[in-house]
């Protein structure tokens, strides 16, 4: 028996990515509701569904808007579930209404403006709402990308490729003046930090987290600002440190050649093996020809390979490069889509679950405490100014 869901929002992303998401997830998911803050939008998003046959006739989805047309979708018993993507500072208060009306909510990343909201939202929902059983879950679809979850596996369950030597997230994005994503009022004149950063980064936060044994618990970085229509910051680079604890003397046996010194006479004593990272994000980027781009990548050089996470045509690809001499097979996944019905899908599953009284049995990687590490990450990026943040200080103060 399919949840009945309503759509609060109707925007750019709503119509790309979860009308289509909604097509491919009838049997867990009925369309009962659209609401948005304007007409305007939700006749264009319904026009949309229809066309892409999602229902058949415009009366069988109830449609609406404005404030009170959200109280009456509060109001409205069937609706088992909202999912909200909507604009970063719009989304809290109507998450709390909603989690108050007793439905399940999944809401758009990132799960608040700044960690300090984040934490309170948290907090409360795990405090009054999750011990009624009801599920709140943030939309990162790079959680829930096949190729990102591949990588995942291979990074914690292929021994033979060896620990993580050092890694290396690249971001080279070219965003024109009044394309479709930057042309919205909130995007354009942002009321929340870091603008795109923020927005587009926890996407790559949550893949370093997701495919890094150990994800990076400190930073040092540097923002500019190099295209004056992308404010407040359209760049990023940094250093990301592991813990200290990660840190180990260097691998392998020494050289086997003779040498006219030992190491213990050297002028400096030898280093250690720490797996560092560097980040480099960037929406300034020229507007190169498409064969010239270089993709967004997530490279992790390990002792004995290679896994990299890269951006394609159709989504992500995985793969893992072995060393020469060693055990490491040649891997390559390429995944499709983005990600968002498997989100929906998943949490459709376990509202579905609770409904019938059973355990939740359903992979929850939109757990909202994940979501609030990715906005620490791109949080310390944004505010380091060339001083080191804990990114673990962030979280738990």
Known sequence: ?????????????????????????????????????????????VASAKTLELFKDASEVKVLNGQDGFDALLATPEVDAIAFVLPITAQPDLIIRALQAGKHVMSEKPVGKDVE???????????????????????????????????????????????????????????????????????????????????????????????????????????????????????????????????????????????????????????????????LMSFAAPDLAPEDRLPASLRVTCLNAVVQVKGSSAGWVVEVLPGKGSKVERFSKESKGNGVEVELREWAEAIAAVKEGKKVEARDDGEPRLALWDLAFVQALLTSEGKEVDIEALVSN
């Open 1 to 45: 028996m399919p949840i009945n869901l309503a759509l609060a929002g109707s925007g750019v992303f709503a119509e790309a990515a979860y009308l289509p998401a909604l097509l491919a997830t009838t049997s867990a998911i009925k369309l009962h509701t659209i609401w948005s803050r304007s007409s305007s939008s939700t006749d264009k998003l």
């Open 117 to 279: 909201t984040a934490k309170a939202l948290i907090g409360r929902y795990e405090k009054e709402f999750k011990p009624k059983g009801l599920i709140w879950r943030v939309a990162e679809n790079y959680n829930h990308d096949q190729s990102i979850r591949a990588a995942r596996e291979i990074m914690q369950n292929n021994k033979d490729i060896g620990p993580v030597l050092y890694w290396s997230l690249q971001l080279h994005a070219y965003l024109e003046d009044g394309s479709k994503y930057q042309a919205t009022q909130w995007r354009t004149i942002p009321d929340y930090q870091g603008g795109f950063l923020l927005d587009g980064g926890v996407h790559f936060a949550a893949m370093v987290r997701n495919v890094l044994p150990n994800p990076p618990n400190r930073v040092i970085s540097h923002t500019s600002l190099h295209r004056a229509h992308i404010p407040p910051t359209d760049t990023i680079v940094a250093i990301a440190r592991s813990a200290d604890n990660l840190t180990v003397p260097a691998h392998g046996p020494e050289t086997q050649l003779e040498t006219l010194i030992t190491t213990s006479q050297m002028p400096v004593p030898a280093g250690k093996s720490s797996p560092q990272g560097t980040v």
